[in-house]
């Protein structure tokens, strides 16, 4: 199995995300390292175990975690939107679901279940019954400790073509509660001033379409 991975990153990014893609590219035996600009096509889709930033366009907001927890409801770690495109807690690595892992390189079928692991903290996003503090929509959160999670962390990606591409704009459902993840607009203060809510909401809008932009992408070829 060869694998290649392709690095789509901006010019302004911080020098821990460089270091972390280093690390990536140097663990992956007989991998090729390719740079923005070179294979747009032949990475097109989001791949299990690619590392992702997920951008909300209408917000202009990427999913983001960090070490702060929710006040109220879980008290788990809370997860919201921030603008600033080159924050390192903003990439999630896309794997499968509990007991059914998918093959790293493969291209994610649309329909189907995955998990999103926070790459700083190592949490999955999640949602369950508890409120949202700012909407009172359904909390979405960062939850599990060294790799073990529950249902409450597969969501199902919903799009209109075969696999999820990148240049497409999907949702994630919540496979328990059937909601969307979503971001409503409303910011917090401290200690996260300024950053968006991120909850899950039962009706298709604007606020829950997400688009994968920047990060490391996986290819798996057979090799011939």
């Not at 929509?137 to 400790?145: M, T, Y």
């Not at 401290?190 to 379409?209: D, H, L, M």
Request: net charge positive.
């Amino acid at each position: 199995m060869k694998i290649k991975i392709y690095i789509y990153y901006t010019k302004m990014f911080c020098s821990v995300y460089n270091l972390f893609i280093t690390l990536l590219a140097s663990v992956l035996m007989r991998g090729s390292l390719y740079v923005h600009g070179n294979l747009e096509n032949e990475f097109k889709h989001v791949t299990c175990g690619s590392g992702v930033k997920l951008l909300n366009p209408y917000h202009r907001v990427r999913l983001h975690s960090h070490e702060v927890k929710y006040g109220s409801g879980s008290g788990q770690q809370s997860v919201t939107g921030v603008g600033n495109q080159d924050d390192i807690n903003s990439l999630w690595v896309v794997k499968g679901k509990m007991g059914t892992p998918c093959k790293r390189g493969n291209p994610i079928k649309c329909g189907s279940t995955i998990r999103l692991v926070h790459q700083t903290t190592k949490r999955f996003l999640h949602s369950h019954l508890f409120q949202s503090p700012l909407s009172n929509n359904q909390e979405v959160s960062a939850f599990g400790e060294n790799g073990v999670g529950d249902e409450g962390d597969h969501w199902s990606v919903i799009c209109t073509s075969k696999y999820w591409n990148r240049s497409d704009r999907v949702r994630f459902k919540h496979t328990l509660t059937k909601k969307y993840l979503h971001i409503t607009g409303d910011t917090f203060g401290r200690p996260i001033n300024g950053q968006s809510e991120v909850s899950a909401y039962s009706n298709t809008e604007p606020g829950n379409e997400w688009e994968a932009v920047e990060g490391v992408y996986i290819q798996a070829n057979s090799d011939k």
